[in-house]
C-alpha cells in the first residue's frame, strides 16, 4: 500500500507562514491526484488545495496566499502557506491516489490520507 507522512505543522501568528510537507512512500506505481485537506473543529474536513491529472486547484478561502508544488523525485507535496489567518486553524492532511504495484495483484488503486499535522494561528 502507500503510506503519506505529513511535516511542518507549528503554531504562528497570524500573518506568519508556513510549509507543510507530505512524502509518500509504497510501491507507488503513478499518483492521479495529490493535495491537502483540513479539518477545523467542529467543522467538515475541506479541500485546500490539490494537484489532479496536471492541473492545480485551490480552495476560494486560500488562493493567492497559499501555495502547492510537487517533487516528482521524491513523490512528496508541499503546501507553502504565507499570510496566515486564524481561521486557517486547522488539522492539515494529505490525500493521494493512484495506482501501486503488488507482487501479487499487480497493479492496484490506493486512496491513502495521513495522520495530520496541527497548524494553529493565533491572532
Known amino acids: 500500500q502507500v503510506q503519506l507522512v505529513e511535516s511542518g505543522g507549528d503554531l504562528v501568528q497570524a500573518g506568519g507562514s508556513l510549509r507543510l510537507s507530505c512524502a509518500a512512500s509504497?510501491?507507488?506505481?503513478?499518483?492521479?491526484?495529490i493535495g491537502w485537506y483540513r479539518q477545523a473543529p467542529g467543522k467538515q474536513r475541506e479541500l485546500v488545495a490539490a494537484?489532479?491529472?496536471?492541473?492545480?486547484n485551490y480552495a476560494d478561502s486560500v488562493k493567492g496566499r497559499f501555495t502547492i508544488s510537487r517533487d516528482n523525485t521524491k513523490n512528496t507535496v508541499y503546501l507553502q502557506m504565507n499570510s496566515l489567518k486564524p481561521e486557517d486553524t486547522a488539522i492539515y492532511y494529505c490525500?493521494?491516489?493512484?495506482?501501486?504495484?503488488?507482487?501479487?495483484?499487480?497493479?492496484?488503486?490506493?486512496?491513502?490520507w495521513g495522520q495530520g499535522t496541527q497548524v494553529t494561528v493565533s491572532s
Open positions: 490525500n493521494a491516489k493512484g495506482r501501486y504495484s503488488s507482487t501479487w495483484y499487480g497493479l492496484s488503486d490506493f486512496d491513502s
Open positions: 509504497g510501491s507507488i506505481f503513478s499518483i492521479k491526484s
Open positions: 494537484m489532479i491529472s496536471g492541473s492545480t
